[in-house]
């Protein structure tokens, strides 16, 4: 059969142009998805946990190894009074996330519960705050967390899932819901209500040997014991005995979880190969997410106690398992800009550096010291607002954008990353609340030398613990503390007796006048001033309850979501990996996932 030329020369163009389509997909497929998404830079946020701001290199130490960090430094803009909005980890992450101091969120406490507790409580960061992670979804961003969240998981069912990060505006989450503590490494010891679980052992065996003597009397005939009272006694001791034995001697199987998205993946997890899976997802996200923009807040476990032990690092310092631990974290930054880098995103990615507070400075045990130092600042984690809990590194860095090696020695917060990331994706902010941040652009470019935060308001729990002023037109950077707490043994510069400082009662001193320092004469907070040695005292006191009074009018009412109501157990509230109460499960291996 003779074939037909124009019929063969058609079907030629036919398969032609289904070739070139074919091809052009394939291209678009690795390339931006329009040119407004070529103009958009990615962001990765790089937050650590406990680092005290004295151990890293470009921050003054000279015995802990921090290159990559330092590298980072040199490459970008180093902030000198970069700080945190509180000296805990859960206040401090919900204010960095939403751009607000956290008690505007409820997030804040009135005791001594000042973190979520449990994975299975009820409190938890409201699905009525935005996070910048929503707003730049918005925008056609792709989001990942990896790492630690300690911000909730659920509110009223195991699967409401009303606090986690996929309602928060993260596409993907892998890491950590609650965080890493001492319940989570055999032999590590104790962290969550150590005193109280000790109270209700003892209360329950006590009443236990009540009854158990009642009951050998009844049954010797010595007294006429009441059956009833029996029944009701051994409800009773029961009851007790469940209240602490179910939530505290499981709580490693509770709490110590690996989540991706809202499945469990791993419970209990596996605590030292956390660091490499944390990076693994990481790496994996960017390679998945390099040709569209993208937002990766990596949010290290390091260097929060217990240390991890790794092959490569243990040993290596000379500031034992801690200061291992700090260099590992440092290689771990440094491997997420090396994957920035071998994926040629460098130009086109703001990342930056910093931890949520500062170091633990009463975690220590008879081998030693555990938590970090915190440099010249006095004070640490949980202390209200002395400067060694609050003052913590920060560092941006965005080749042919950022200036390298430039240094601001202005007063900025945390808080300020929500509005930068937002106005550079294109974002509009909201305006149905009041945002605490400011734009750090222009004072990381050069193009004004003065921050916006003319005062900053510290606080301890939901206490207004202290103001920070920087007078228009001046160098002073003023601190007036309204409270502080009572460190012990005296002469200590920590809470030694309760190895954390709480922020009400007994546990603080009330100043009157308030004591005030200056910050920009004495960073260390060593020498108050008074209306003899500082000729503006009166006019620093007037101007800072000015500010307070003002402060207190952008106040609303919020549900107080670290109430004890919220933050105890509830085994219906608890993710579980298989049917409850038995969770369990191993995750064996780590695979590529579509966001």
Sequence with gaps: MKENPAALQMEYFSLRSHLFGLFLLITQSQCPTSAGDAAKPNFVLMMVDDLGIGDVGCYGNDTIRTPNIDRLALDGVKLTQHIAAAPLCTPSRAAFLTGRYALRSGLASTGRAQVILFVGGSGGLPLSETTFAKLLQKQGYTTGLIGKWHLGVSCRSRNDHCHHPNNHGFDYFYGLPFTYFNECKPGEGKDILADLQVMLRQMSMLVGLGLLTLVLVRATGLLEVSVKLLVFLTALCLLGFTVWYVPFEFVTTWNCIIMRNEQVVEQPMEPDALPEKLMKEAEQFVER?????????????HVHTPHFISREFFGKSKHGLYGDNVEEMDSMIGRMVKTIERLSLADRTLMYFTSDHGGHLEDSTERGQRGGWNGIYRGGKAMGGWEGGIRVPGIFRWPGRLPAGRVVDEPTSLMDVYPTVAKLAGGQ?????????????????????RSEHEFMFHYCGMYLNAVRWHPPGSDSVFKVHFFTPNFLPPGA????????????????????????FDLSRDPSESVPLTAVTEPRHAEVLRRVRQAVEEHQKTLSPVEKQLSWANILWKPWLQPCCGTFPFCSCTETNITAHTQ
Excluded: W
């Design 429 to 449: 902010l909201p305006q149905d609340r009041v945002l605490d941040g400011h734009d750090l652009m222009p004072l990381l470019e050069g193009k004004t030398e």
């Design 493 to 516: 510069g920590g809470c030694y007796h309760t190895k954390i400082c709480f922020c009400h009662g007994e546990f603080v001193t009330h100043h009157d006048p308030p004591l005030m």
């Design 289 to 301: 997410n390099q040709n569209r923009p993208f937002l990766l807040f990596l949010s290290l476990a």
